[in-house]
């Protein structure tokens, strides 16, 4: 969260693997193992100003943004 309360309050931010805090451990999954899917852990990051992505307060906007496509791409899929 980079701001207050409400979809307005957050944005989206690159957090590299690399920083200090930040811990990945490869779930077990059955069925897609090629998707690796991880447990991501954030102990006190700290993540730099630069690393915000498009405009801060946006985050939630471009998040629906992207949900949208999804929904898309899910219904041409069932339907064949």
């Not at 993540?47 to 915000?52: D, E």
Request: hydrophobic share 40%; proline share 4%; charged share 15%.
């Amino acid at each position: 969260r980079t701001g207050g309360p409400g979809a307005g309050g957050i944005s989206l931010l690159l957090v590299e693997r690399s920083f200090p805090g930040v811990e990945t451990k490869q779930m077990q999954c059955m069925g897609v193992w090629c998707s690796g899917t991880t447990y991501i852990t954030f102990s006190d990051v700290k993540v730099p100003a630069c690393n915000l992505i498009g405009k801060e307060g946006y985050g939630f906007r471009y998040i629906m943004m992207n949900f949208n496509h999804e929904r898309w791409m899910l219904a041409a899929q069932a339907s064949g």
